[in-house]
Structures are given as C-alpha cells and as structure tokens.
C-alpha cells in the first residue's frame, strides 16, 4: 500500500517498517507510491523500483519523464542470486539495459548492483547508498540490557537459496551450542520437511527452539533483542536487512556479506571471512564479556557514520539534486 512518512521513521505501528526502499521514503519525509498517478501528484523526484518483467517498470518511466519528473531507477531485488534469476531471461534483460540507460540515474543498495548499473549505462551516473535504518530516533532502539540476552538467533530461513547456507549456519550454531551451552532460536516455516531437516542435525534436547509463527515486525525484533548474537552465513551480496534488524537490537550479528553487514559490522560480518573464522568470531562474543560489551558500545557509533536516517537523508539529497 502506499505511505507516506511525514514524522520520518515514524511509531514502531507503521502499515510498513522504514526499512528497505521504504527506508529512503522515510528518511526524506517523502512516501512510497504503488501507482504512477499517484507519484505524479508529488512534485518531486522518483525512484522507480524494476520488478517483474520491467514492461510495467518501463511504461512509468516513460510517463514520469514526459511529465518532467527525475526518474532514478533500482531492481527491486537486489542479492546477486535475484539479480541472476531475473536477467536470465533476453527480452528482460534487453529490456533492463533499455529502462538504465534511459533513466536519469541509477541507485542501487549495494555496490554490487550499483556496479552492475555503471556497466549497463556506460557512465558513472549510478551510485551507491545504503538503506538507512532509524538508528539516531530513539523510538526505534529495541535493545535490552546486556545481562538479560542470551542464546543464538539464526538469521536466515531459506534452505532452497544455495547462497543462504542456511543449514550450514545451522550446524555452525550447533556446534557453538555445545561448546558455549547457548540455545539456538530459529524461524521455520517449512512444515514437516523442516521438522524432518531439524530433527537430523543432532541438537542436544532442548538447545533448538523453533518458531513457526510469522511476526509483527516489531514483535520480531523484541524476539531478535533477546539473543546474544544473531548468527548467519548468508553471502548473496544482499542489502543486509538481517544485519540491520540486528542494529536496531543493538546484538552483534556475525557473518552476512550485505551492504550493511560489512558497514554497521565490520569486525564480525562474513565478508572475505571463512565459516571457521565466522565462528570463531561468534564464539568470541558468546564467551568473552569483555569483548561483547566493546563490541555493543561501537556499534552505533560505527554505523551511524554510513547508516544513520541523517546521513543517509543528506546523500539522497545530493543524489537527486534537492
């Protein structure tokens, strides 16, 4: 549905969280439009999201442009697997370098998009910026005191996306489970068939908690805030949601490859890191206190140099000339 955001990141009710490309409506006090009409009616900017067969993404850019408007463009799904899934197809994909190339500009929420962007339109009109996560509005800080976290929260789901690794991340919780004595909390809403995949990994008897129930986001992220660390292999080259989710919890995440994996976690993300070394690094933050409270007082602090709704809010300005 359509929203506008005139109080920013707003309360934590909203129809939609300002997270992902909502994110960049949010920080601006702007709004995400469903329909062309209605991004007409707004004088200003567009950033026009390509999904599906890019026809429909196609006919908007023609009508923003005649109208005047200055039309930015980004794949909606952004991971290098869906990335690949959706430009398999010729007509598609002759179809993408035509709307890139006639766009204005290109914004991409990773550097790998955005660099995809660059060798499509043959200039350096496409830029990267991350998408920002209300980590400067104190309605949004959903953390809770150290000494009340416990456990390893599994950030992926997937067990079908080769790139997930999920189960991988799986067994790496496994074993740190067993040297640390931390539960794993996982989301599984495979059925039967994840019951069965589960039930083989050889978690000691009530160290795995699984939960069946999709969430509120804000309910999700309460349930995230409870955990020591979030844990994931993921390395699709994502924008990093599980990571900013974790940010909002002020929990370490290890491993993840994403934008804001390697910007808001640097020490602990999965970029150019083995599993080993992923999981030594979450070891690390399960046993050392020490090490885990230094690890909560950067973050924030790091992230906000690249992450923050300020910041971000001041890029997209330059970007789009307002």
Known sequence: MAQDFPDGAGETALPHPPT?????????HGSFQRETTDALARDTPVLLLLRGDFSASERALETLQKAGRFVAVSLKETGLHQIANQLQNSAR???FV????????????????????????GDRRAAFIPTPYPIDDPRWNFSRPIEQRSG?????????????????ALIAARRLSESTGE?????????????RLLAELGFVPGKLRVLHKKL??????????????????????????????????????????????????????????SIAEI????????????????????????ASKSLSFEVVAKQLAEFFGT
């Open 279 to 302: 999981e030594q690094l979450a070891s690390r933050l399960l046993s050392d206190r020490e090490y885990y409270s230094e690890m909560v007082a950067a973050m924030v602090p790091v």
């Open 183 to 195: 539960h794993v909390t996982v989301f599984d809403c495979e059925g039967r068939k994840g019951a």
């Open 98 to 121: 035509r709307i890139v190339q006639k766009a204005d500009a290109c914004l991409a929420p990773t550097p790998e998009a955005a660099d995809l962007c660059r060798a499509s339109r």
């Open 20 to 28: 992902n490309f909502h994110a960049y409506a949010s920080c601006t």
């Open 216 to 273: 509120a986001y804000p309910d999700y992220l309460r349930e995230l805030a409870r955990h020591r660390i979030v844990l994931q292999l993921d390395t699709s080259f994502v924008p990093g949601q599980v990571a900013g989710d974790a940010l909002l919890c002020r929990v370490p995440c290890a491993g993840g490859n994403g934008a804001i994996d390697r910007l808001a976690f640097p020490e602990t993300c999965g970029f150019a890191r």
């Open 152 to 168: 390893i929260f599994i950030g992926t789901r997937e067990w079908d996306v080769p790139s997930r690794n999920h189960l991988a």
């Open 93 to 95: 994909l002759a179809r």
